[in-house]
């Protein structure tokens, strides 16, 4: 083959690869705003796991639990900003998905390898959970709402949520999303407010008891570990952010690095303002028998209840597409690229639905809330979130032995792979346990 046409069929490749890089949801649309990070990060983060903080108080304690949800604000606020910081360190290309990251650091097959594997347990779980409150909230509503109507199966609702999810996962790309993430950030600080609020009007009566839940020793140890993952899942934004900073406009004078730790900063400001006062004014409401989702412990007034979990509805449907649209991504990837499909709607259509529909089984079939987000959020979450990020830190940057920045990173790497050994374990038991009284489908 002659030079030429080496240099015509590299030129054809590269035309084809930006065609379906035009198409796939993740690089298609690169003119997202500061803010549209806020939203976005907002919405994946606030979501199922702050409405399980106050229990996990009431596993950690006090003193423990404060210490665990600082370090794990201020943990993962810095390895958000190592993957913001990551995301153009090899001049003149963008790693817009986090197993392009992970293939920067350990190679095209091993990073892909260490990466997606974890990557999709994250997305998939989320989505798995979403399910589960979605339709817990929407049946709190129904049962609110009207008590003297006929009980219906959680089944029932879990099926109602996904019908939306249907219907929005079609939308191309992060960009197309922005409106229901706005929205969807909205009802995170609305149905947050409400929470804390009524507890703080509740007030805290004089029987509560703050001692540890579980009445043996073996039980509160479980409880402790399961609680450690309750906080992991909390802090989910992680395995998407790569893919949302990847939506905004880059140049050397301006870098996609500024408008999205500006949007980052934003976010996290609303993560405090959500997750502190509700874990803390929670616990202190209810002690150790508030519930693993704090709008079920609170019962009065009807109305505001109706709302708080009506917000949390509207909520998780826009952090169902934020974490599905990293999962779309790579399945049309996958299809385009390694087996040769055409890109096009009907491909698209097909692959999203099927996604939707497998969730929803799963979602049904498993609905143990508290257990899903012990067990992903220790399992998952802390690798992707914790430590992940300083090990590619390490890797690539090379900081000085001993130096600031060395230290730092590996005491990240230290409390996350203890997180990632500990959370699991509670998580697995307390899903062990409910599964052996558990109907099917009931």
Excluded at 239 to 255: D, G, H, K, N, W
Excluded at 329 to 355: A, G, H, W
Excluded at 384 to 397: D, E, G, N, S, V
């Amino acid at each position: 083959m002659s030079e030429e046409e080496t240099k015509k069929r590299g030129a054809r490749s590269e035309g084809n690869n930006k065609d379906i890089n035009d198409w796939l949801p993740i690089t298609s649309s690169r003119n997202a705003k500061w803010y549209y990070s806020a939203f976005h990060n907002v919405t994946a983060m606030v979501g199922a796991g702050v409405l399980g903080l106050p229990y996990a108080m009431s596993q950690l304690g006090w003193g423990p639990g404060a210490v665990v949800l600082i370090l794990s604000w201020i943990i993962t606020l810095y390895t958000l900003w190592q993957m913001v910081e990551m995301h153009e360190m090899i001049p003149g290309k963008r790693l817009d998905r986090y197993h392009e990251l992970g293939q920067a650091a350990f190679g095209e097959k091993v990073g892909l390898w260490i990466v997606v594997p974890q990557q999709l347990i994250v997305e998939v779980g989320s989505n798995i959970v979403y399910m589960v409150t979605g339709g817990t909230c929407l049946q709190k509503v129904y049962n609110t709402a009207c008590p003297s109507c006929r009980p219906l199966k959680l089944t029932y609702f879990i099926a109602i949520f996904s019908s939306t999810q249907f219907i929005l996962c079609h939308c191309p790309n992060f960009n197309a999303i922005t409106c229901v993430s706005f929205v969807a950030a909205i009802m995170s600080l609305g149905y947050s407010l409400i929470g804390w609020g009524a507890s703080v009007h509740k007030g805290i009566t004089p029987d509560v008891d703050y001692s540890p839940r579980a009445s043996t020793s073996i039980g509160r140890m479980f409880g402790f570990f399961a609680a450690l993952g309750e906080v992991a899942f909390a802090y989910a934004g992680h395995s998407v952010v790569l893919e949302i900073q990847a939506t905004m406009p880059s140049t050397p004078e301006r870098p996609s690095k500024i408008p999205m730790w500006r949007g980052v900063i934003l976010a996290y400001i609303i993560v405090l303002v959500c997750y502190f006062p509700v874990a803390f004014l929670g616990y202190a409401a209810f002690g150790n028998t508030v519930a693993d989702n704090i709008l079920i412990s609170l019962q009065k007034p009807r109305w505001l209840i109706c709302m708080a979990n009506a917000g949390v509805v509207i909520h998780v449907i826009g952090s169902y597409q934020i974490f599905a649209m990293g999962v779309f991504d790579m399945l049309e990837s996958y299809l385009v690229k390694q087996r040769n499909f055409t890109p096009s709607t009907s491909l698209r259509c097909i692959v999203r639905t099927t996604y939707v529909a497998l969730t929803m089984f799963l979602g049904m079939t498993f609905p143990f809330f508290h257990g899903l987000l012990s067990f992903f959020g220790g399992f998952a979450f802390a690798p992707i979130t914790y430590f992940l990020p300083c090990i590619i830190w390490l890797k690539i940057y090379k900081p000085k032995r001993y130096g600031l920045s060395w230290f730092t990173n590996w005491i990240c790497i230290i409390l996350g792979v203890l997180l990632t050994i500990l959370a699991p374990i509670g998580g697995l038991r307390h899903i062990i346990l409910r599964a052996t009284s558990y109907k099917f489908y009931s």
